[in-house]
């Protein structure tokens, strides 16, 4: 026992340290990737030449997109401050849509922004949905790449139905009224198909955008948005400037670390097997008790998927259903129903993994989503059988276990007399049922008196 306790301490210890290593290590790289994202670079002190800041976003809108824009924002205005001005910030984005919430933040930030901030719908099959309509209409310049398309910016639920009919109103007449006054400066035919993408769901093409006067330019590649933007006029903090982009230098700033970290836990298909994987631990460590290890991984894959569920604007009605099928797993182990409640499981998961994810234009990942409930709920009907067939199994252990052992007698006796038996790598005092045994005789136990065995000889 002293030994089992002292492995436990050690086991304990070495988790703890390895959480707090864990811990510690994402704390500095995330004041690292902070620090570098605000502070200019050599190149924009050494000289007074104009560089355009390159920002590249694939995925949904969630507070990692926000804290990339307000990054680069911050940087060219300090950059500004060092006499190395920034000529524009040019986004290139790729979105199905997200938050609500953090794209009216992300606006407000662009709007208030004193550097031009150029939306480039790309690479070619790109598209600016919903949330991602208002981005691109809230930037200073709009452009698209032959191939990409714009629009569908009404609000949906979790999996793409139309909400309530008097919610979709109240939400539908807000974001309107938002999107008629970014594309107000566009003219007329820009604001009446903005309006159209929040109450229809329109859509449009490249070309189509930039005849209806949505955006500004058709750009095959970033040095054709840059020929096209140069000497181009914008409105910025309400003040008229023309773009220099001829001679100036790119800087491509990248997703720190940290933020394409978090930027692949926001997608509902990582989301799904982060949930399935700490479901599964925490399933193997109930199955198992004291390995530690699928339990701990287990936990550590729940917090993550919650955060991914929090960046996608999760359902709660979702993270219960989850939670349900969870039970019901757990369920089966304990309560063998020959797949009963595993099957309850599975429906119950891949209904609750359908609805968490709320946000308009993030779709369920459906064959993620319905190969992993499967691969659950096997696992838990998997679980549930052996854990059946090791109840039926006869006991190895204690005095359970020694019924119906083969041992020796260590002399002769007979019924009458106590003698003493080999059984199990232990010599026990033993009484015969009927009959006699001499030295070394087999013996089969078939009861057990305090610490006398009570045997019978066995007949061969």
Same mark, same amino acid.
């Given at each position: 026992?002293?030994?089992?306790?002292?492995?436990?301490?050690?086991? @304990?210890?070495?988790?703890?340290?390895?959480?707090?290593?864990?811990?510690?290590?994402?704390?500095?790289?995330?004041?690292?990737?902070?620090?570098?994202?605000?502070?200019?670079?050599?190149?924009?002190?050494?000289?007074?030449?104009?560089?355009?800041?390159?920002? &590249?976003? *694939?995925? =949904?809108?969630?507070?990692?997109?926000?804290? @990339?824009?307000?990054?680069?924002?911050?940087?060219?205005?300090?950059?500004?401050? $060092?006499?190395?001005?920034?000529?524009?910030?040019?986004?290139?984005?790729?979105?199905?849509?997200?938050?609500?919430?953090?794209?009216?933040?992300?606006?407000?930030?662009?709007? !208030?922004?004193?550097?031009?901030?150029?939306?480039?719908?790309?690479? &070619?099959?790109?598209?600016?949905?919903?949330?991602?309509?208002?981005?691109?209409? #809230?930037?200073?310049?709009?452009?698209?790449?032959?191939?990409?398309?714009?629009?569908?910016?009404?609000?949906?639920?979790?999996?793409? *139905?139309?909400?309530?009919?008097?919610?979709?109103?109240?939400?539908?007449?807000?974001?309107?009224?938002?999107?008629?006054?970014?594309?107000?400066?566009?003219?007329?035919?820009?604001?009446?198909? !903005?309006?159209?993408?929040?109450?229809?769901?329109?859509?449009?093409?490249?070309?189509?955008?930039?005849? +209806?006067?949505? %955006?500004?330019?058709? #750009?095959?590649?970033?040095?054709? +948005?840059?020929?096209?933007?140069?000497?181009?006029?914008?409105?910025?903090?309400?003040? =008229?400037?023309?773009?220099?982009?001829?001679?100036?230098?790119?800087?491509?700033?990248?997703?720190?670390?940290?933020?394409?970290?978090?930027?692949?836990?926001?997608?509902?298909?990582?989301?799904?097997?982060?949930?399935?994987?700490?479901?599964?631990?925490?399933?193997?460590?109930?199955?198992?008790?004291?390995?530690? %290890?699928?339990?701990?991984?287990?936990?550590?894959?729940?917090?993550?998927?919650?955060?991914?569920?929090?960046?996608?604007?999760?359902?709660?009605?979702?993270?219960?259903?989850?939670? $349900? =099928?969870?039970?019901?797993?757990?369920?089966?182990?304990?309560?063998?129903?020959?797949?009963?409640?595993?099957?309850?499981?599975?429906?119950?998961?891949?209904?609750?993994?359908?609805?968490?994810?709320?946000?308009?234009?993030?779709?369920?990942?459906?064959?993620?989503?319905?190969?992993?409930?499967?691969?659950?709920?096997?696992?838990?009907?998997?679980?549930?059988?052996?854990?059946?067939?090791?109840?039926?199994?006869? =006991?190895?252990?204690?005095?359970?276990?020694?019924?119906?052992?083969?041992?020796?007698?260590? !002399?002769?006796?007979?019924?009458?007399?106590?003698?003493?038996?080999?059984?199990?790598?232990?010599?026990?005092?033993?009484?015969?049922?009927?009959?006699?045994?001499?030295?070394?005789?087999?013996?089969?136990? %078939?009861?057990?008196?305090? @610490?006398? +065995?009570?045997?019978?000889?066995?007949?061969?």
């Amino acid at each position: 026992m002293p030994k089992i306790i002292k492995k436990t301490h050690k086991l @304990y210890a070495f988790w703890r340290i390895f959480y707090l290593t864990c811990l510690l290590s994402g704390l500095f790289l995330s004041l690292a990737g902070n620090v570098l994202a605000a502070v200019p670079t050599q190149a924009d002190g050494a000289n007074n030449q104009r560089t355009i800041y390159v920002l &590249t976003f *694939e995925g =949904a809108v969630t507070p990692v997109l926000e804290k @990339y824009i307000v990054d680069s924002i911050d940087a060219a205005r300090a950059a500004e401050a $060092l006499g190395a001005p920034v000529e524009a910030i040019i986004l290139q984005l790729d979105t199905p849509g997200g938050s609500v919430e953090v794209t009216k933040s992300i606006m407000q930030e662009m709007l !208030a922004s004193r550097t031009p901030i150029v939306v480039y719908v790309a690479p &070619t099959g790109a598209h600016a949905g919903s949330a991602g309509t208002f981005i691109t209409l #809230a930037g200073h310049v709009a452009a698209m790449t032959p191939g990409s398309s714009i629009g569908a910016a009404s609000p949906v639920g979790s999996n793409g *139905e139309d909400v309530g009919a008097t919610m979709a109103a109240k939400v539908k007449n807000i974001l309107s009224a938002d999107i008629e006054n970014l594309a107000a400066r566009r003219g007329d035919a820009a604001k009446e198909w !903005a309006v159209q993408a929040v109450q229809d769901a329109a859509a449009a093409t490249a070309d189509r955008a930039l005849e +209806l006067g949505v %955006i500004d330019f058709v #750009a095959a590649d970033l040095a054709d +948005l840059l020929t096209q933007l140069d000497g181009f006029e914008v409105t910025v903090a309400g003040q =008229a400037h023309t773009l220099e982009t001829g001679d100036a230098v790119i800087e491509r700033r990248d997703l720190n670390f940290i933020q394409q970290f978090l930027n692949l836990l926001a997608n509902p298909t990582v989301a799904t097997i982060l949930l399935t994987v700490g479901s599964a631990g925490l399933l193997a460590e109930v199955w198992n008790p004291g390995t530690w %290890i699928p339990g701990a991984i287990g936990l550590v894959c729940l917090l993550l998927g919650m955060y991914a569920l929090g960046q996608l604007d999760a359902n709660f009605a979702g993270l219960g259903l989850m939670a $349900l =099928a969870l039970v019901l797993f757990v369920s089966e182990a304990f309560t063998p129903t020959f797949g009963a409640l595993a099957l309850g499981g599975v429906i119950a998961f891949g209904l609750g993994a359908a609805l968490l994810f709320d946000a308009p234009g993030v779709a369920a990942p459906w064959p993620a989503i319905i190969a992993l409930a499967v691969a659950l709920g096997a696992f838990s009907f998997f679980a549930g059988t052996k854990g059946l067939a090791a109840q039926r199994r006869p =006991a190895k252990t204690g005095s359970e276990g020694l019924i119906g052992q083969i041992g020796a007698a260590k !002399a002769p006796f007979s019924a009458h007399e106590r003698g003493s038996v080999f059984v199990y790598g232990e010599w026990w005092n033993a009484r015969l049922e009927r009959g006699q045994v001499n030295a070394g005789d087999e013996v089969e136990v %078939i009861g057990r008196r305090g @610490y006398t +065995l009570m045997v019978r000889p066995v007949e061969r």
